[in-house]
């Protein structure tokens, strides 16, 4: 059994796709602008993967301080090469009010948008505030080039058509605070929006888990069609509270002793065939199996409300059993078929689900636990395979249903 | 009687199993994306009616005193007040629509046709503005307003909408620029390199002048942005599958198995539940003696129970299912441990201490032998079992330490296979050989002295 790999991520095609674009981008730079430059862009692509590669590392990508660092780390070592001066950077041949013009802003936003898979809101929402910090500051380098030209130095009136006034804002040393500003807004927009989606994600996964948690619990009882309509109510409507119950206690008499004789998978095997067939008797029946109890379990009916018959099901389930195993039984693998004793009462008792999640939990506290648990053991010695409690003989003849075959006797066992 | 320890989870082969689980997720993906849908539309429309109040504001007053040319052209009111309108009414469609993500699709849809039309001037404009090439918005990098618009549309959580905003986004972005260049016979096309000087820049960046690079890349940081958005989607729906599938396996077993157990069991191949034959010890812990109202009250029982889980998990112990009975935990049934007697012992010890701080009187039972332990569940549920004569009879010695009002009473199997010192050994009383149903020859009994 491999239960790790099954609830495991693939590796991340965010991840390749990244890779693809920073190496298809470095041969873009050396193909259109040159050796110098490339060299330039592939130090800091080598820089961007390296710690690109370090968060395919599992126990790197569970430290999410971690994470932060390095997707911080890739966002300065792109934004340098943009911002900072040569050598590094290409910032000293081409004014920053003109690199506010390249695709610049845009590679730190695709960067942002690839934190996203799979989700990491604090990260994509820290790379943001970096990139957004980064776009920010470019106005203050702008601005502190005493070429640079801004919307002030402009005076719109003075420009007699279109063409004109657009040449005077379309200068390399041209600033435009205003859309500067404009522009810092939308990224900084994107990355509320992007971290957003990244919180909702995680959100959903983890009202989804506890979602599967509480059936996985409830399961461990009940038939899905009942999970359902507990799950479509919400737990506490089985809430621990007097009910009255029937309850039915089943083993296999005699199956411990002849355990050990047989191989271990023959054991395991015989026990699947009669709890597939305990399991399918009571949860058809709107029952629950409150418990398996090595080669026995405890069953009880009339916990779901409505008007159904509990006795009568706990009896027509233990029928079923006792008609089912003996032709279910794998004869190859166990000598012998081991006999069925069945035990059935009714009363009140405290009954219900407490807990949530992973520890949802049926519990039930009462004396018709007890008194079904003896009267299966008292099955060994009576003549047939089911044992009636008196108060569950006088619920099935309230619910209208006689025992009219010779296949259950009644007895009455005191508390 | 023999008894079970642990009821894992549904076999994930289980068809039924997993049905439910995909018919939960899928109604949780459905959800979200009918919340996604209206927050998306919903910020949208508050994008927009900061736009047109900003535009009717701000910039009108600023451009009164301007040229005619340069005031807006009354066509882009209309589309920003449309624009608005249009917000509204899909949002107030989506929240009663059953398929509210086609509206998505379709606001979606309107979004790049108007922002085209304000970026560009196709069809709305005074002629006037057809005069002046458009690639100022090019320069300006009024290109991200669509990457704000594709990122909206990420919060649905649906992917076909992300691929379609992505595509219709650089579809729009880059038929606009074509159509500027066509529409503006000056303008010319620089498709080259240059030596950076400065004069080199001032030649090429004119209003004119439409820098090819800049054009492509702008289009292709467009796609690869919805790109990586509707990969992030897809692998956030897988992240969420994956979560409840680990879930699935861990929920059960974290009720049963110590924790670094249930991680061994998950994380891997190692750990094997088949059913073997092993030496192991079982304890039986009674319910607390002479306190009624702890059958009554359900949160006492659940406080008795996680002392019960805290104990035998620290002693590495397997747990059975709690069910409002005595609890059975046993040792060593998932790996041969040499010392497992000896945890139970130390185990039922910690747990008398616990109980007398408590101010509980509880009863306990021990022996050790060999069992057969492993998984065996039904059709819907995996069960632990640990199969054995040594279960029955450690149920029987709790019920003669109940009977004796005896803290913890063991076997001399137990003692045995516990390997206590002769110092330990000083705090045992000796029972004798004591009858126990089920057993011919009867079992010698040990007491733990309080």
């Known amino acids: 059994m491999n239960l790790g790999r099954q609830g495991a991520l693939s590796a991340h095609p965010a991840f390749w796709m990244r890779a693809a674009v920073a190496w298809s981008g470095t041969a873009y730079v050396f193909l259109r602008f040159g050796t110098a430059p490339g060299i330039r862009v592939l130090i800091a692509i080598s820089l961007f993967e390296m710690l690109d590669v370090s968060l395919l590392n599992r126990r790197i990508a569970a430290i999410p301080f971690l994470n932060i660092l390095i997707v911080g780390l890739q966002i300065v070592a792109i934004s340098a090469l943009f911002l900072a001066p040569a050598p590094f950077g290409f910032a000293t041949a081409i004014p920053v009010a003109t690199m506010v013009q390249t695709p610049f802003a845009l590679i730190l936003l695709c960067m942002l948008a690839s934190t996203n898979s799979p989700p990491r809101p604090w990260v994509t929402l820290t790379a943001g505030v970096l990139v957004t910090a980064i776009w920010a500051a470019t106005r203050l380098v702008a601005l502190a080039d005493p070429h640079t030209i801004t919307k002030e130095q402009i005076v719109v009136a003075h420009y007699k058509t279109p063409m004109a006034l657009l040449e005077a804002i379309t200068r390399p040393y041209y600033f435009n605070v205003g859309i500067w500003r404009f522009n810092t807004g939308f990224i900084a927009v994107v990355v509320v929006t992007l971290s957003f989606a990244a919180f909702r994600t995680q959100r959903l996964a983890r009202w989804s888990a506890e979602r599967q948690a509480d059936r996985d619990a409830l399961s461990a009882y009940f038939s899905p069609q009942i999970v359902d309509v507990i799950l479509g109510g919400g737990v506490d409507r089985l809430a621990p509270q007097a009910r009255n119950v029937a309850v039915l206690n089943c083993d296999l008499v005699g199956f411990t002793g002849l355990a050990e004789t047989l191989s271990p998978e023959a054991v395991a095997q015989t026990l699947r065939i009669f709890r597939t067939i305990a399991e399918n008797a009571v949860q058809a029946r709107r029952g629950a199996i409150l418990t398996h109890q090595g080669d026995g379990f405890t069953a009880i009916f009339g916990l779901t409300g409505g008007n159904d018959p509990t006795v009568g099901a706990a009896l027509a389930a233990a029928r079923e059993i006792v008609q089912a195993w003996p032709l279910a039984l794998d004869r190859s693998m166990v000598p012998g078929v081991p006999d069925v004793g069945a035990g059935i009462d009714f009363g009140g008792a405290n009954v219900g689900l407490v807990g949530r999640g992973r520890t949802l939990t049926l519990l039930m506290l009462g004396s018709p636990l007890e008194r079904a648990r003896r009267l299966q053991a008292a099955t060994r010695n009576a003549p047939t395979h089911i044992l009636l409690g008196g108060a569950a003989a006088a619920q099935l003849a309230h619910e209208g249903t006689p025992l009219e075959r010779d296949d259950v006797a009644v007895n009455d066992i005191e508390d | ?450």
């Not at chain 2, 990420?154 to 986004?169: D, F, N």
């Not at chain 2, 009674?286 to 009250?297: A, K, L, N, Q, T």
């Not at chain 2, 005896?406 to 050994?425: C, K, N």
């Open chain 2, 1 to 450: 009687m023999t008894t079970t320890a642990g009821q894992l989870a549904p076999p994930l082969h289980d068809s039924m199993a997993h049905d439910s689980m995909s018919i939960d997720l899928e109604r949780a993906f459905d959800r979200e994306t009918r919340i996604g849908v209206l927050i998306a539309l919903g910020a949208r429309g508050v994008f927009v009616a900061y736009g047109v109040i900003d535009f009717v504001l701000n910039q009108i007053p600023l451009r009164s005193h301007m040229p005619a040319w340069y005031q807006y052209p009354i066509g882009i009111m209309i589309f920003a007040l449309a624009f608005n309108l249009f917000s509204i009414a899909f949002f107030v469609i989506a929240l009663r629509s059953k398929t509210p993500v086609y509206w998505c699709f379709a606001s979606m849809f309107l979004d790049f046709l108007i922002l085209s039309e304000l970026k560009f001037f196709w069809f709305w404009s005074p002629a006037v503005m057809l005069l002046v090439p458009r690639f100022i918005v090019v320069r300006n990098l009024d290109v991200i307003v669509f990457f704000l618009i594709v990122s909206i549309y990420t919060l649905p959580m649906y992917r076909t909408l992300i691929a379609w905003a992505g595509t219709v986004a650089a579809a729009v972005w880059a038929g606009g620029i074509c159509y500027t260049f066509l529409m503006f016979p000056p303008a010319k096309l620089f498709w080259g390199t240059f030596d950076n000087s400065p004069q080199a820049l001032a030649a090429v960046m004119k209003p004119d002048i439409l820098i090819g690079d800049l054009a492509v890349l702008q289009v292709l940081s467009l796609v690869l942005f919805a790109l990586f958005l509707a990969i992030g989607v897809q692998e956030g729906r897988r992240f969420v599958v994956a979560r409840v599938r680990a879930e699935t396996d861990r929920a059960v077993l974290t009720r049963f198995f110590p924790p670094e157990v249930v991680s061994r069991i998950v994380d891997t191949t190692n750990t094997s539940l088949a059913a073997s034959r092993r030496s192991t010890a079982i304890l039986f812990v009674g319910i607390p003696r002479g306190e009624s109202v702890i059958v009554d009250d359900f949160a006492r029982l659940e406080s008795y129970y996680t002392i019960v889980e805290q104990s035998v998990f620290a002693h590495s112990g397997i747990l059975d299912r709690f069910d409002g009975s005595p609890v059975m935990a046993s040792f060593g049934a998932l790996e041969e441990d040499t010392r497992a007697a000896r945890r139970a012992y130390e185990c039922a010890l910690d747990l008398a201490r616990r109980f007398s701080d408590e101010n509980l009187s509880i009863s306990m039972g021990l022996h050790a032998g060999v069992c057969v332990c492993g998984e065996a569940g039904g059709a819907r549920n995996r069960i632990f079992s640990v199969i054995g004569d040594s279960v029955n009879a450690s149920r029987r010695i709790l019920d003669e330490a109940e009977a004796r009002e005896i803290s913890v009473a063991l076997s001399d199997a137990l003692l045995q296979s516990a390997d206590l010192s002769a110092a330990e050994r000083i705090h045992l009383d000796d029972l004798g050989v004591v009858a126990i149903r089920g057993r011919d020859m009867g079992l010698r009994l040990w007491s733990v002295r309080r």
